[in-house]
Nanobody, 119 residues
Framework: VQLQASGGGLVQPGGSLRLSCAASGSILGINAMDWYRQAPGKQRELVAVISSGGSTNYADSVKGRFTISRDNAKKMVYLQMNSLKPEDTAVYYC??????????????WGQGTLVTVSS
């Protein structure tokens, strides 16, 4: 199983970006899909999570600005980021709880995509 994240880049404050993460490999199903981020010199933090049923939760710092969504058929998760601030600058990682057998869920991580918010 591999996760491939994309969509990062340089954006001005107030701008928008959409991150994508695609899973591939021998996958029977996917439980929760998450986005994390890690800013320079800081610990990795949870940004947003979407359950298999579509319920979502967000870090307080991104509520109202970021939206997580998923496409189960495509095995993808997205993060729409609006009203970006310099403090959103970080490497963003996707994580998925993947079933490779009916009884075994394993967490897989994407490689990270850099988001830089700067004028």
């Amino acid at each position: 199983v591999q996760l491939q994240a994309s969509g990062g880049g340089l954006v001005q404050p107030g701008g928008s970006l959409r991150l994508s993460c695609a899973a591939s490999g021998s996958i029977l199903g996917i439980n929760a899909m998450d986005w994390y981020r890690q800013a320079p010199g800081k610990q990795r933090e949870l940004v947003a999570v979407i359950s298999s049923g579509g319920s979502t939760n967000y870090a307080d710092s991104v509520k109202g600005r970021f939206t997580i969504s998923r496409d189960n058929a495509k095995k993808m998760v997205y993060l729409q980021m609006n009203s970006l601030k310099p403090e959103d600058t970080a490497v963003y990682y996707c994580k998925m709880g993947v079933y490779t057998t009916p009884w075994n869920e394993v967490d897989y991580w994407g490689q990270g995509t850099l988001v830089t918010v700067s004028s």
